[in-house]
């Protein structure tokens, strides 16, 4: 059993940067654990995370070189800087197999909203 505890969001206007953290707890190890978002009328769509086996990182292509996801032992931070207005979704941590496919993912954390307005 994997349990994520995820804090941080809120609103903030274009160009602004936010951060969000998510503490993982349980067997975890071998996962990929990072986030992924979901906005209104789309898919859940992987963000960024980390490939815990060796520590690996993805990035979607929507956010490289804006978003920057960290590990320090069971905290992964997003640090997001440079938002648009297209990041405003519910971003949730998650924890599987796949940084990228959200079928392939086997928990989620309960969902942090983020707004950016232009």
């Known amino acids: 059993q994997v349990r994520l505890a995820e804090s941080g969001g809120g609103s903030v206007q274009a160009g602004g940067s936010l951060r969000l953290s998510c503490v993982a707890s349980?067997?975890?190890?071998?996962?990929?654990v990072g986030w992924f978002r979901q906005a209104p009328g789309k898919h859940r769509e992987g963000v960024a995370g980390?490939?815990?086996?060796?520590?690996s990182r993805y990035y979607a292509d929507s956010v490289k070189g804006r978003f920057t996801i960290s590990q320090d032992d069971d905290t992964m931070t997003l640090q997001m800087n440079n938002l648009k207005p297209e990041d405003t979704a519910i971003y949730y941590c998650?924890?599987?197999?796949?940084?990228?496919?959200?079928?392939?993912?086997?928990?989620w954390g309960q969902g942090t909203q983020v707004t950016v307005s232009s």
């Open positions: 349980g067997s975890y190890g071998g996962y990929c």
């Open positions: 980390v490939y815990t086996a060796g520590g």
């Open positions: 998650s924890a599987g197999p796949s940084c990228i496919t959200a079928s392939r993912v086997y928990y």
